[in-house]
């Protein structure tokens, strides 16, 4: 027997080392392993673990995982300790019924699936997630996985169920707030919202995403000076972060087309449709729009019109672009060649 094990395990490992892995795949971790992350000192990863192959080298790969409002890590791991993620779950079930009381298996197929292409791989998620709540019903991670799971499915009183769940388990992580804000959110339910955004902030007060969030809470309610001075506050605590280009198409946006005049400010506008732009390479249809927009706010329309027709001839390359995206943008063309600003409620 212990032999025929032997063999199982040699074969597992050189089918693992024989696929083949491409730059950008998803693949999934199916063994507990000692890391070296590039930053950072050593950690343990996990089965299930979902990372994207950043290069190929031998028998190693270096993959990128990102966890919930956490930075992405990057680390080198054998070949043979991962399977492309489509793989992995049938990896793994197997593993279940060798070793059905072995928790690590079923929370690993769980997350692999959290992340699937059938509806009945995230019925078998939200299976293997609450089956392992019921047995240690204090599991914040099954929790926080289920409520991923329900969130792809749309079942949004389900993820705040759970999320509240976490909220009552780690009252003290500003992330457990922000995220049940992000599911109030979703359902329109925005001054709910607002308050988990705030404890959030009240908890972490350098929490950026919590700003950025009620921010967008603030613009909706048409508290565009609330909403100005959040974004502000997102891009003042990290300067650096890659999404501070549309967060200043954002505040671009309220300055250039606010329908309340107070908060508007063409010159100011300009300012930071110009960051945004050169943060993305001049190559964002969103943020050329936001450009035009404030070009018409200080009358400059001509301009605004050559913006917006550069943002027109991206929109029209982009492969999955709306139809109605494009008409849109052809309106704005139109409302310009009429020498009117634009306005947005």
Known sequence: MRCILLIMGILITTAATAETYKVGAAVAVIANVEVTPIKGGRRNVFPGLLCNIVKSKGTLLLVEHGAEDLPDIQFWIDKSKVLPYQKAADYLTDKI???????????????????????????????????????????????????????????????IQDRTAVVKLDPKSPASFKQRGLAWSAKGEQDKAINDYNEAIRLNPKYRGAYHHRALEWRGKREYGKALDDYRMAIRLDRLHPGNAFIHAKIATILAT??????????????HAIKGCEQTGWRSSYLLSTLAAAHAEIGNFEEAIRRQALAIKIVANEKFAERSLVEYHKMLIRLYRQGKPRRTP
Not at 137 to 149: D, E
Not at 258 to 271: E, I, S, T, V, Y
């Open 97 to 159: 019924k060798a070793e059905p009381n072995n928790a690590q298996w079923r929370y690993g197929r769980a997350l692999v699936l959290t992340f699937g292409d059938e509806e009945e791989d995230y019925d078998t998620a939200i299976a293997d997630f609450t089956e392992l709540i019921r047995r240690k019903p204090k599991t914040l991670a099954c929790y926080k996985g289920r409520a991923a799971v329900w969130s792809f499915m749309g079942k949004l009183d389900k993820v």
């Open 258 to 271: 606010c329908p309340d005049a107070k908060h508007r400010n063409g010159k100011l506008a300009l300012r």
